[in-house]
Nanobody, 123 residues
Framework: QVQLVESGGGLVQAGGSLRLSCAAS????????MGWFRQAPGKEREFVAA????????YYADSVKGRFTISRDNAKNTVYLQMNSLKPEDTAVYYC????????????????WGQGTQVTVSS
């Protein structure tokens, strides 16, 4: 059983920054691609960013390109999402996901999920 624990969410003003972390345990972290998704109330869970097992390949949703950066530290079994220039529309619960053997952009392609961390951006 893989466990993913997100942290780093909170309240921030528009234009500010947050860094989310997701710590994984239960199996070899470095073998799998990781993703970040978000879900706002009443909306479908949407893809944010993904990173390959090596960390050498990343992919971002158009809505966050140039503002968010995904990275990973396999020695720490942790994936990060650096969020800069935050906008009110970034407000959502953010989830990390693990289990894809390649970069994937849909929830169905991931096996394990964290509990989510709330990000609220005020205007």
């Amino acid at each position: 059983q893989v466990q993913l624990v997100e942290s780093g969410g909170g309240l921030v003003q528009a234009g500010g920054s947050l860094r989310l972390s997701c710590a994984a345990s239960g199996r070899t972290f470095s073998f799998y691609a990781m993703g970040w998704f978000r879900q706002a109330p009443g909306k479908e869970r949407e893809f944010v960013a993904a990173i390959s097992w090596s960390g050498g390949n990343t992919y971002y949703a158009d809505s966050v390109k140039g503002r968010f950066t995904i990275s990973r530290d396999n020695a720490k079994n942790t994936v990060y999402l650096q969020m800069n220039s935050l906008k009110p529309e970034d407000t959502a619960v953010y989830y990390c996901a693990e289990g894809s053997l390649k970069i994937a952009t849909t929830p169905a392609e991931y096996e394990y999920w964290g509990q989510g961390t709330q990000v609220t951006v005020s205007s």
